[in-house]
C-alpha cells in the first residue's frame, strides 16, 4: 500500500508524543489511546471479521473505525453510490482505511480496501440484517 509507510511512520512519531507528554499532540486516527473504544456493537464484529478474511495484515482497530462503519451503515444505498469516489462515504472510508493498525504492508491498495469496505457493509452486512 502506497499510504502504509507514511502512516507507519506518523504513528510512531504520535506514540513518541504521548511517552512525551506532549501537549498539542497531532492528529492520528489510528491512536488507539486518543480514540479508545466505547462500544463494540456485535454488528462492528461481523464486519471485522469479513473484512480480516480478505486483509490479514489487519490487527487493530479503535473508535474511529468503529463509528465509521455505522456511519456507513446508516447511510442509504443511493447515497453511498452517489458519494463513493467524492464526498461522505469517501470521507467516511479513508477515515476508517486511516484508522485501522497493520502488523505488516497490506497486501490490498488503499483503493482495493475502500472497494472491499464498502461490499462488506453493503452485501455481507446490510443483506443479512435484512433476513434477519
Excluded at 35 to 59: G, H, R
Excluded at 97 to 125: F, H, N, W
Aim: aromatic letters at 10%.
Amino acid at each position: 500500500m502506497e499510504w502504509y509507510h507514511q502512516w507507519e511512520n506518523e504513528y510512531k512519531t504520535h506514540k513518541e508524543e504521548h511517552e512525551l507528554r506532549t501537549e498539542e499532540l497531532d492528529e492520528c486516527l489510528s491512536c488507539e489511546l486518543c480514540y479508545p473504544i466505547v462500544n463494540e456493537p456485535i454488528v462492528f464484529k461481523k464486519f471485522w471479521d469479513a473484512l480480516f478474511k480478505f486483509e490479514d495484515a489487519i490487527i487493530i482497530y479503535n473508535d474511529v473505525t468503529i463509528k465509521g462503519v455505522l456511519s456507513l451503515l446508516s447511510m442509504d444505498n443511493s447515497e453511498r453510490e452517489d458519494t463513493i469516489h467524492k464526498g461522505r462515504c469517501r470521507d467516511i472510508m479513508d477515515r476508517i482505511t486511516e484508522s485501522i493498525r497493520y502488523r505488516i504492508q497490506p497486501k490490498i491498495k488503499e483503493k482495493g480496501l475502500r472497494a472491499i469496505i464498502l461490499v462488506i457493509v453493503r452485501d455481507c452486512i446490510e443483506r443479512n440484517l435484512e433476513n434477519e
